[in-house]
Each structure stands twice: as C-alpha cells, then as structure tokens.
C-alpha cells in the first residue's frame, strides 16, 4: 500500500501560506508592544482584524471547503 505525504490539491499552499502570513503579520503587531511608545489601542485593533482574517482563514480552509463545525 502506497501512502502521500504530499497533497494532491495545489490550493493547499494558498492555504498554508495565508494561515503563515497571518501568522508573521501578528508576530509582528504584538512585538511592537514593546516600543516605548506603543499605541496599544492601535496595537489591540490591528490584532483583532488579523485575528478575524486568521479565523476566516482557518474556517475556508483549503480547497474552498468549509471547516467550520457548527
């Protein structure tokens, strides 16, 4: 028996490379927390869109397919 690791669906790399960018794009926000003139609210509504588009993301999954449960 035959097993792929690799995904037959090429928009899983869309996918993945999204989910990454959110990713970098909220490591990046929260890191600027530590400047000594940080803006937290606009630290704080920055995170909240990144996190909205992460969800979003994550719920799309790849393939156009929804993930959500409910």
Known sequence: MRFN???RADEFYDFFKEAADNLVKGAAILSELS???ADHQSISDRLVD???ATTTTS???CCG???RLS
């Open 50 to 52: 990144t996190e909205h």
């Open 5 to 7: 690791l690799r995904p």
């Open 59 to 61: 719920r799309t999954g």
């Open 65 to 67: 397919r929804s993930t």
């Open 35 to 37: 400047l000594p003139d």
